[in-house]
């Protein structure tokens, strides 16, 4: 997986790449392997001030994954950068995990509605 990361309105230290390296790198476990190689996470760190005197303000930390057909967007805001980072993976995590449920349920579903209209169908031995 490819992870592009951008920052806005803060500098990126090394310990900051490492961090979000391993964090998101993380999440290139639940994807389908066939769709590993091609996955793309771009992650955008920003400190955020909505006025002049709101103080050091708070870090926004936002991830786009793109693998196969998946592409999720997932966005949060903490007061310190590593939980920010810690609750985005989070919030990936579980939507990845809720993503492949759903198609997981769907496929099911369709396989009981063949096997039902197979149950229908007259048989001639």
Known sequence: ???????????????ILEYIEK???????LIDATHQEAAR???EIEVTTHHHKAGDGQF???????AGDMHLRVEELHADLYA??????????????????????????????????LKGFPWRG
Do not use: F, W, Y
């Open 1 to 15: 997986m490819r992870i592009t990361t951008k920052a806005t309105n803060t500098t990126l230290t090394p310990a």
């Open 60 to 66: 926004r930390a936002e991830v786009n994954l793109h």
């Open 41 to 43: 996470a771009d992650v």
């Open 23 to 29: 964090k998101i790198g993380n999440v290139e476990k």
């Open 84 to 117: 920010a980072i810690d609750a985005v993976k989070d919030e990936i995590t579980r939507s990845i995990v809720s993503k492949k449920g759903k198609q997981q349920s769907r496929l099911r579903r369709g396989g009981q509605k063949i096997k039902e209209m």
